[in-house]
Nanobody, 124 residues
Framework: QVQLVESGGGLVQAGGSLRLSCASSGRISSIDLMGWYRQAPGKQREWVAGIASGGSSNYADSAKGRFTISRDNAKNTVYLQMNSLQPEDTAVYYC??????????????????WGQGTQVTVSS
């Protein structure tokens, strides 16, 4: 079982920046994929960015050029640097960890964990 704890959310004016952190109770170096999702009021949760154990990253179109996801395996922490924030970025941001453990003689063990979320509010 892995626990994820987000921090770094808050209130910021449009054009400002925030850095979100996701601290894991387990070694993130062994987690296949870490990611950030967000959910705005009245909307479905949407994927924002992801980073694989090898370091490759991907972004939703809304995040490209403004957000940067990174990981510090030594600290077991994943970050989301958000620049040029806009009111439409207002949402609860969730950290996600998922992957598949392969065990000899046993079926694959798929896992997925979520953090509790951190609120990001961007004022116009």
């Amino acid at each position: 079982q892995v626990q994820l704890v987000e921090s770094g959310g808050g209130l910021v004016q449009a054009g400002g920046s925030l850095r979100l952190s996701c601290a894991s109770s387990g070694r993130i170096s062994s987690i296949d994929l870490m990611g950030w999702y967000r959910q705005a009021p009245g909307k479905q949760r949407e994927w924002v960015a992801g980073i694989a154990s090898g370091g490759s990253s991907n972004y939703a179109d809304s995040a490209k050029g403004r957000f940067t996801i990174s990981r510090d395996n030594a600290k077991n922490t994943v970050y989301l640097q958000m620049n040029s924030l806009q009111p439409e970025d207002t949402a609860v941001y969730y950290c996600n960890a998922r992957g598949r453990r392969l065990q000899i003689g046993l079926p694959p063990d798929d896992y997925e964990y979520w953090g509790q979320g951190t609120q990001v509010t961007v004022s116009s």
